[in-house]
Nanobody
Framework: QVQLVESGGGLVQAGGSLRLSCAAS????????MGWFRQAPGKERESVAA????????HYPDSVKGRFTISRDNAKNTVYLLMNSLKPEYTAVYYC???????????????WGQGTQVTVSS
């Protein structure tokens, strides 16, 4: 198993930036593909980024493409989400998740963190 702990959330003004971190412990972090998701109040959870085990492949939905960047440091067992040009509608709890394969990140991630709140003020 792998345990995930997110950090870096907070309150930021529209147009600002935040970098979220997700620290992993447990089984070998580098074996897992990783993803970031968000869930706003009253809305379904949505995916915002994914990366392969090496970081060589990444994916973003159109809603955040060009604004969000996912990266990972396998030596530090950490995955990051850099968010630029933030909008108020990006306010949500952001979660990281781990999956055994890259194509499972969005559909069937097996491990989840507890989430970190991001609030974007207008």
């Amino acid at each position: 198993q792998v345990q995930l702990v997110e950090s870096g959330g907070g309150l930021v003004q529209a147009g600002g930036s935040l970098r979220l971190s997700c620290a992993a412990s447990g089984r070998t972090f580098s074996r897992y593909a990783m993803g970031w998701f968000r869930q706003a109040p009253g809305k379904e959870r949505e995916s915002v980024a994914a990366t392969s085990w090496s970081g060589g492949s990444t994916h973003y939905p159109d809603s955040v493409k060009g604004r969000f960047t996912i990266s990972r440091d396998n030596a530090k067992n950490t995955v990051y989400l850099l968010m630029n040009s933030l909008k108020p509608e990006y306010t949500a709890v952001y979660y990281c998740a781990a999956a055994e394969t890259y194509n499972k990140v969005y559909a069937n991630a097996g491990y989840w963190g507890q989430g970190t709140q991001v609030t974007v003020s207008s």
